[in-house]
């Protein structure tokens, strides 16, 4: 029996109405409805510690699905700085939109119970990355763009690598200052997008960026700074990365898959292929967490299927005709 259009009309418009407010807690947005990611509620850079050193003074708080909280584990990672900051995967909770603990952490459940311990505004997110201070009992910083500075200056065993060295300061400025915009926030742009207008300035842009670093790397490669890899580097790797799994699916994202730019399939390749890189990207997780959790953009919560990431990775691009 075909639905009345009557009732067609109604359940649209009300739909409409109750994604709206959804995404208001999910996604803010301007009075043109573009995308803008909330302040987080430590974004100020701290000193580094003078007990930096101490093993397991600090904890780095991270979750799987989270490219914020992903390009932190990188420079964990790539500076080798386990024996002084332990990790701590946080595991989301789809039905109450939280991140919380495997097992309690410092006496708390969730993380939103760290950050009011913490003295976090009232009002403000408890979201990932977090570092921890032992010491302090309190959290730190939250801001992945800081945090990465930060991360980079601790003390780290010989032979760790510089991801900002002094000579490629300029460029590693720009490029991070592009792909933040363009790119890392970019593609939520894209997805949270509350107009048809607000998504096509963030879609263009994406692309744009995309091809500008294409070029960069093409002609300049193998890293986008210097002979190797570099915190400009990291920044568009966490985004990237999913870009197949998640962005250009779920986000709409999908003008032209990776393969078109085969200079940045190549270096996302090589990058995966850094020591350590491999075990900080869970392609399962990442498709369960933004399908099953982001309710108004995938109200089923169906999990599809998606592209093996070792292919993507380890595979050579297959052009199609643009």
């Not at 601790?154 to 792909?179: N, Q, T, V, Y």
Request: hydrophobic content about 45%.
């Amino acid at each position: 029996m075909p639905i009345p259009p009557l009732v067609v009309t109604a359940v649209r418009r009300a739909w409409h109405c109750q994604w709206r407010q959804l995404m208001g807690g999910l996604g803010p947005a301007d009075g043109e409805g573009n995308y803008r990611r909330p302040a987080g509620a430590f974004a100020v850079l701290p000193e580094l510690p003078a007990h930096a050193a101490t093993p397991g003074g600090h904890v780095l708080i991270v979750g799987r699905s989270c490219p914020w909280a992903h390009r932190t584990w990188l420079v964990w990672t790539l500076r080798q700085l386990a024996g002084s900051i332990d990790l701590l995967v946080v595991e989301p909770d789809p039905e109450k939109g939280r991140w919380r603990f495997s097992e309690p952490f410092e006496g708390a459940s969730t993380l939103i119970e760290l950050y009011r311990r913490s003295s976090s505004p009232a009002g403000s997110r408890a979201t990932v990355p977090a570092l921890y201070d032992r010491r302090q009992g309190r959290i730190a910083c939250n801001e992945s763009a800081l945090l990465i500075e930060l991360l980079n200056r601790w003390p780290a065993p010989e032979g760790a690598p510089d991801l900002a060295p002094s000579e490629h300061a300029e460029a590693i400025r720009h490029w991070r200052g592009r792909f933040q915009e363009a790119v890392n926030d970019g593609v939520y742009r894209c997805g949270f997008a509350r107009t048809q207008a607000a998504y096509d300035r963030a879609e263009a842009a994406l692309f744009d960026a995309l091809a500008d670093a294409e070029a960069e790397l093409a002609v300049r490669g193998p890293w986008l700074t210097g002979k190797a890899p570099s915190l400009a580097d990291v920044v568009l790797f966490a985004t990237l990365i999913r870009l197949e799994m998640v962005y250009a699916p779920l986000f709409g994202c999908s003008r032209k898959p990776l393969a078109h730019f085969p200079a940045l399939w190549h270096w996302r390749a090589r990058l995966y292929g850094w020591p350590g890189v491999a075990a900080t990207c869970d392609a399962e997780a990442w498709r369960r967490d933004y399908f099953g959790a982001l309710f108004p953009l995938h109200p089923s919560g169906i999990v599809p299927a998606g592209p093996d990431l070792a292919t993507l990775v380890n595979g050579s691009p297959t052009l199609a005709p643009p």
